[in-house]
């Protein structure tokens, strides 16, 4: 598994004439806004290209420029000269789009997570890099292409949503070096910040409230665990992804240093997202759930009722912190 040069896969591109871009399912801001870059970028290199996404964009990634993204099957192209992945460990994580991925003469995959078993014919995976957005950054400006407002500001999208506005500790100084450059090139920063963060609808917030109502705090408040189950999101209207962010809350109470929060995503079926603060590794806690993911943000599943779900993870909790404390 050895990654292509940046020359070897900007040349692909460059001999292709049409380009199908894909990226993982539940489309985030990494995902959009890498894909709604490069897609710019092609274009005004005279290629046809499209994004194809089959499902809706979330309102606050709608400032990525709408025209690259095809909602629908019919409006694409019957084949396609190439079709790049980005941001996808996975080709699995195409779902229902793996047909259109396969049909492509050629593949690319450009991608950051440390899992992805490179399974296009040309690959660039960099797990240091703190987004996909950043490897496609670096590759276009060692090409000389041109990068114009509209997909720096995607760009831009693609690495603040992916390292939480510059906290995660994937964040680097090569990370703060690109932000700068696409500042340089005229990024209005209030604009996609407003879009990003500034655009809550209501209900979002009225689900946090409720999930708040239940935390639950084991080992001297170092753990914190909320849940959400299907029919709170129902009484108040809400979808599932209005949970989102729930889990860095609650992490960020003072005396915490794991944190876990578990939605129901089917009846009785639950998705448990872990967190840490320090050196708890939680990608291990997630790997007792059929789970994974990094030391700091895993997550896993399981099924049964919430309090099945407490009865088999609080005791792995506090035997956690017992062996953290040398107990
Ligand atoms: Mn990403």
């Given at each position: 598994?050895?990654n292509n ?20 399912v ?6 959009a806004?890498?894909?709604a ?11 046809t290209?499209?994004i194809?996404?089959g499902?809706?964009l979330?309102?606050n990634?709608t ?7 095809v909602r ?5 192209l019957d ?7 980005v941001?996808?460990?996975?080709p699995t994580?195409?779902?229902?789009r ?19 078993p490179?399974y296009?014919?040309?690959?660039y ?20 292409w041109?990068i114009?407002?509209?997909?720096a500001e995607?760009?831009y999208a693609?690495i603040v ?7 995660y500790?994937s964040?680097t ?7 700068a ?7 209005d920063?209030n604009?996609?910040s407003v ?5 809550e609808?209501?209900v ?15 080992c ?6 909320a849940h959400?189950?299907k ?6 209207g809400?979808v599932?992804a209005d949970?989102?962010g ?5 992490r ?7 944190a876990?929060f ?5 009846p ?14 939680v990608?291990?806690?997630?790997a007792?759930?059929?789970g994974?993911g ?5 997550g ?8 099945e779900?407490?009865?088999c ?6 035997a956690?912190?017992?062996e953290k404390?040398?107990?």
């Amino acid at each position: 598994m050895k990654n292509n040069t940046f020359e070897e896969i900007t040349g692909v591109m460059d001999r292709a004439d049409t380009v199908l871009i894909l990226t993982h399912v539940i489309i985030d801001g990494d995902a959009a806004g890498t894909a709604a870059a490069l897609c710019r970028v092609l274009r005004a290199r005279g290629k046809t290209v499209h994004i194809f996404t089959g499902e809706e964009l979330p309102p606050n990634l709608t400032l990525l420029d709408a025209d690259c993204f095809v909602r629908d099957r019919e409006d694409l192209l019957d084949n396609y000269d190439l079709a790049v992945a980005v941001d996808c460990s996975d080709p699995t994580r195409f779902e229902k789009r793996a047909d259109l991925y396969g049909r492509a003469a050629l593949h690319v995959n450009i991608d950051h997570h440390r899992t992805n078993p490179y399974y296009a014919e040309y690959n660039y995976v960099d797990p240091d890099a703190a987004a996909a957005g950043e490897i496609l950054y670096e590759m276009i400006r060692r090409a000389g292409w041109d990068i114009d407002v509209k997909a720096a500001e995607a760009i831009y999208a693609a690495i603040v949503t992916d390292t939480g506005e510059f906290e995660y500790s994937s964040t680097t100084a090569k990370t703060h070096r690109i932000a700068a450059d696409l500042f340089d090139l005229g990024i209005d920063i209030n604009e996609i910040s407003v879009a990003i963060y500034q655009n809550e609808r209501k209900v979002k917030l009225q689900v946090h409230s409720d999930i708040l109502q239940n935390m639950e705090f084991l080992c001297e408040d170092r753990f914190v665990m909320a849940h959400a189950p299907k029919e709170l999101f129902a009484k108040r209207g809400a979808v599932i992804a209005d949970s989102d962010g729930v889990i860095e809350a609650i992490r960020g109470i003072d005396t915490v240093e794991v944190a876990c929060f578990a939605k129901e995503i089917a009846p009785d079926e639950w998705k448990l997202g872990f967190r840490s603060k320090y050196d708890v590794d939680v990608s291990a806690l997630a790997a007792e759930f059929g789970g994974g993911g990094h030391r700091k943000a895993a997550g896993g599943s399981m099924l049964g009722s919430i309090d099945e779900v407490k009865a088999c993870l609080y005791p792995k909790i506090e035997a956690v912190f017992r062996e953290k404390d040398g107990r």
